[in-house]
């Protein structure tokens, strides 16, 4: 929900160039256009290939940054990342890039996704003794970078990255080179793009448009990409599972102007939309509405689809954040209630669709549609873009309790009284996967649709992973 589908466990953005003077004010524009994907803090690393140099805080992109800043990352290379709280909580000690100093190197790393298996690593580092400096998962990953035995950094990174699980982007700097790495199921997005001679990645495509950068392709599951003064080079540090891109990549998280996995996400949502107005049928109303931003598309796909009127029924102020991006229960309702503003005029009197991509909680719904009969709406039906979210997830959104979920342990006519509708429609699991229409032919059209039918792709707590760190001691 525009507020609510923040109840998994993260959502961050990555983006890193290679190869251009302007490296840093590049990487500013590019946590730009991926704010969206977490309001929390922003970091980025510089390096001209000796020297690093860092400058990270906690809040918005502008907020942290300044040109004063900018002029002091130096160098042709960098790394950037917007965060939204994941694994380890907040704190400017999880704000990320991670820059490590060592005797073997300086290294800096960004990270976007969720380790299932990070507490088993963490433990078995620590008992050999690394020390964390911070609770995020991701300096799991640098730690199993420093420890491991291999003759050359490449074969290191991958040994790493071979005994993570769960879901991972990163984008990992050095003084010669930058390696890029999917998780073995694709569960979070990463793309490569080149603007003249240099050589971007970002979480999204969006970043690329912005600073004028060519849509070169993306990395695919368990690739590792090398970029350094040779070119590109192609390498695997694992073998593709089970293809698994996270389902709301379209149906919220993602900006409609990015493609993911080749799909644009705006023409996904008016599919999304189209096609859960094949599934309701017939419905007697005289207005569609979306809850900016994330529902637009999907609210004009169905009011096309049904042939009723899409009017603009609620107004978003663009100057509140994201309401799931806000960590505590508290400020997510404060937040919905300066967030959004009916337009009197377009709902009253009227029976109105309110078309929305996801129910979480309830409590952002239940607003919204006590929001728009007060406005003077004689009905108000919810249509959502997405089945019911009963399971959690484990791999980076904001809800890893089912606790939280108020499809748990609900039928849909529970929760349609508990958010107050007239009326309240999911979209089905196989409506959402013929919707989106990924190129690919794997189980689910290779999405995860694992909040929406309990079905994970990967281990949860994998225990088979433990006995093969041994060789990290010797």
């Not at 593709?240 to 493609?259: I, T």
């Given at each position: 929900?525009?507020?609510?589908?923040?109840?998994?466990?993260?959502?961050?953005?990555?983006?890193?160039?290679?190869?251009?003077?302007?490296a840093a004010h590049l990487s500013y524009y590019g946590l730009h256009a991926l704010q969206h994907r977490g309001q929390e803090g922003a970091g980025i690393v510089a390096t001209d290939g000796q020297y690093f140099k860092a400058v990270k805080g906690e809040g918005l992109v502008n907020e942290v940054f300044n040109?004063?800043?900018l002029k002091s990352l130096k160098g042709t290379s960098a790394i950037a990342h917007v965060r939204y709280t994941t694994a380890g909580g907040g704190g400017i000690e999880n704000v990320q890039p991670l820059l490590v100093r060592s005797s073997t190197g300086t290294i800096a790393l960004a990270h976007n996704g969720n380790l299932v298996n990070a507490n088993h690593l963490k433990q078995h580092l620590e008992r050999s003794?690394?020390?964390?400096?911070?609770?995020?998962?991701?300096?799991?990953?640098?730690?199993?970078?420093?420890?491991?035995?291999?003759?050359?950094?490449?074969?290191?990174?991958?040994?790493?990255?071979?005994?993570?699980?769960?879901?991972?982007?990163?984008?990992?700097?050095t003084k010669d080179k930058m390696i890029l790495a999917r998780d073995r199921n694709g569960l979070r997005p990463l793309s490569i793009g080149k603007l003249g001679d240099a050589w971007v990645a970002s979480s999204e495509t969006c970043a690329f448009d912005l600073i004028g950068a060519e849509f070169i392709r993306e990395v695919e599951p368990g690739e590792l990409v090398v970029i350094s003064e040779k070119g590109i080079e192609e390498d695997r540090y694992a073998q593709?599972?089970?293809?698994?891109?996270?389902?709301?990549?379209?149906?919220?998280?993602?900006?409609?102007?990015?493609?993911?996995?080749?799909?644009?996400?705006?023409m996904a949502r008016k599919r999304l939309g189209k096609q859960l107005a094949k599934e309701m049928g017939s419905i007697d109303a005289d207005v569609v509405t979306g809850v900016p931003d994330s529902s637009i598309s999907a609210a004009i796909g169905f009011a096309e689809e049904i042939g009723i009127p899409y009017e603009?029924?609620?107004?978003?102020?663009?100057?509140?954040?994201?309401?799931?991006?806000?960590?505590?229960q508290e400020l997510r309702?404060?937040?919905v209630k300066m967030k959004l503003s009916p337009v009197v005029q377009v709902v009253r009197g009227k029976r109105v669709v309110m078309v929305d991509d996801s129910i979480v909680r309830g409590t952002t719904s239940r607003r919204i549609v006590k929001m728009l009969k007060e406005a003077g709406a004689k009905e108000v039906h919810v249509a959502i873009t997405s089945p019911p979210i009963s399971n959690p997830c484990f791999y980076g959104i904001d809800i890893s309790s089912d606790e939280e979920l108020i499809a748990t342990g609900k039928t849909i006519d529970e929760i349609r009284d508990a958010i107050g509708a007239d009326s309240l429609?999911?979209?089905?699991?196989?409506?959402?996967?013929?919707?989106i229409s990924r190129p690919f032919d794997d189980e689910n059209g290779g999405l995860c649709m694992a909040c929406f039918t309990g079905k994970y792709p990967t281990e949860i707590f994998p225990d088979t992973v433990l006995p093969h760190i041994k060789e990290l001691s010797h």
């Open positions: 929900m525009l507020a609510e589908i923040r109840g998994l466990n993260e959502e961050c953005g990555v983006f890193g160039i290679w190869g251009h003077e302007a040109e004063e800043k003794g690394s020390i964390f400096h911070s609770t995020s998962d991701t300096e799991v990953i640098v730690h199993l970078i420093k420890k491991s035995k291999k003759p050359r950094f490449r074969e290191q990174v991958k040994e790493a990255l071979s005994l993570l699980r769960g879901a991972f982007s990163v984008i990992i700097l593709m599972e089970q293809r698994a891109m996270c389902a709301m990549e379209y149906v919220y998280f993602a900006r409609p102007d990015s493609n993911i996995d080749y799909v644009n996400i705006h603009m029924g609620l107004i978003k102020n663009r100057y509140v954040g994201r309401t799931f991006i806000q960590p505590t309702e404060r937040g429609t999911f979209l089905s699991p196989d409506g959402l996967v013929e919707a």
